[in-house]
Each structure stands twice: as structure tokens, then as C-alpha cells.
């Protein structure tokens, strides 16, 4: 079983190098490729320490070395006398974890997103560098507005795959009661797991001042987020265009 294990890593690493890897980090690969292949959904119980102990036949404290590096990034979450689950955004601790926008004093505030309209169009260039996807693919694009106390504070273009996300529509977007990530899970069973972001400042332009209510060349952030799900497959390309009168961007590092 081992030697069928360490096969199956080779195969699932991008370089043809061969590397070494400690014992638990193999483990913690073949869980990952579990949940790609979607034998446990989000918020569904994964097998125990000892079941996944003795299914890739190692020790239960190598198993539960690879399950803790997965907890700690929010890939499988830990429930006190209940097992360990895979996470989802439908929790609400959960929810807004992505979300670094806030209140120049640290507060966050709930926010509102208000839909202006989803169409399919073709990808560009960019659309298709950012997805992983041919060029003239076809991509469902989200505009809305997220408002914080009733002030609109972002402007989001989002890209998503139409073959991915197929039947996406304002319609289902209007209905589903939470967030777009937990829409993402629920309706079409993609996580999203990690997110890289490049900040920059910019200058409003007038479509974008007209829509968050500001004069035009107003400074706003602009946030070019790539979401990614399990194995580093892109899933969403987010353009975000943020004013900072009220808010600010917090990361916490370390």
C-alpha cells in the first residue's frame, strides 16, 4: 500500500525531480487527493486517525501530524468529541475568512453585496491567464456592489469558468441564501481553499466613481485576487475596487 502511495505522489507532483518527503507529508498529500476526487465533501466526516492509520498502513501519530498541518490551513476543521470534518464556508466563523476589508479602526462590519448583473461573455487574455483556461473560453462574470452600514465600499468583477460554474445566473445567485464561496460549494461542490492577492493603488474611473458613488479619479485599492480549490486549480479571478475614505485593508501576519 505504501509503495502504491508513494506512486501516487509522484504522479501528483508538478516536477518529475524526485523529492524526498517526510512520512506524514505523504499522507497528508493522499488525503488531499481524497477530497479532489470528492470522497468527502465539505462539512462531511472524514474517516478517523486510526481507519486512515491503518488504510495507508503508518503510525496514527503520523496520520494526525498530516490531519493537524491540514486544520491549520482551514483545509479540515477539528470538532471537540465529534471527528474531524472537512471545512466549509458555510460556517460561520467561516464566512468572511478571505474578507480583509475594514473599518479604519479594525472593526469588520457585516457586509451587504448588492447584485448589478451576471452575463456570459468570452475570456480575454487576462480572464484566460488568470483561470488556467484557452483564450475565448467561456466566462460567467459577477458585478456587484458590497456595502458596509449601508455605504457602497466595493466594486467586484468576478470571472468564473462557465463550464465550472454551469447555469450560473442571477437567478441563482439572487436565491441562495449566503455567500458566493458557500454558493460555490453547495451548487456546484468547488471549495475554495487559498487565494494569492496583488494591491495596487488606482485613480476611479467613471464607471466605477458612478457605481461607489464618488467623483471620478477619486484613490481607490484595486485587489486582483485568483481563488484557488484543492490541487491549486485557479477557480475565480476577482477584480476588487475598494474605497479607502472609511476603510482599509488588514492582513494579519505571523
Known amino acids: 500500500m505504501l509503495q502504491l502511495a508513494k506512486k501516487e505522489i509522484l504522479m501528483a507532483q508538478s516536477h518529475s525531480t524526485p523529492t524526498f518527503r517526510p512520512l506524514y507529508e505523504q499522507i497528508k498529500i493522499l488525503v488531499t487527493q481524497s477530497l479532489v476526487a470528492g470522497e468527502w465533501r465539505p462539512g462531511e466526516v472524514i474517516p ?9 498502513k503508518v503510525s496514527q501519530g503520523t496520520v494526525r501530524k498530516a490531519i493537524d498541518e491540514l486544520a491549520a490551513e482551514n483545509i479540515l476543521m477539528r470538532r471537540q468529541g465529534k ?12 464566512q468572511y475568512r478571505f474578507l480583509r476589508i475594514v473599518e479604519l479602526n479594525g ?29 475565448g473560453t467561456p466566462v460567467v462574470v459577477v458585478r456587484r456592489l458590497i456595502k458596509f452600514s449601508g455605504e457602497s465600499v466595493i466594486l467586484d468583477n468576478i470571472y468564473l469558468s462557465a463550464t465550472l460554474f454551469k447555469g450560473l445566473n442571477e437567478a441563482v445567485i439572487q436565491e441562495f441564501q449566503g455567500t458566493l464561496y458557500s454558493l460555490y460549494e453547495v451548487r456546484y461542490g468547488t471549495r475554495i481553499i487559498h487565494a494569492e492577492e496583488r494591491i495596487q493603488a488606482i485613480a476611479a474611473d467613471e464607471t466605477t466613481a458612478g457605481l461607489l458613488g464618488i467623483p471620478p479619479g477619486t484613490p481607490l485599492l484595486d485587489i486582483d485576487r485568483v481563488a484557488y ?12 475596487r475598494c474605497d479607502t475614505k472609511h476603510h482599509c485593508y488588514l492582513n494579519e501576519l505571523g
Open 229 to 240: 480549490t484543492y490541487g491549486g486549480q485557479p477557480v475565480e479571478w476577482r477584480v476588487s
Open 107 to 135: 472593526k469588520q462590519d457585516v457586509p451587504i453585496s448588492k447584485l448589478i448583473n451576471c452575463e456570459r461573455i468570452k475570456a480575454d487574455n487576462i480572464a484566460a491567464d488568470r483561470l488556467g483556461l484557452k483564450r
Open 83 to 94: 471527528g474531524t470534518f472537512v471545512a466549509t464556508h458555510t460556517e460561520e466563523h467561516n
Open 48 to 56: 478517523s486517525e486510526l481507519e486512515l492509520a491503518s488504510r495507508f
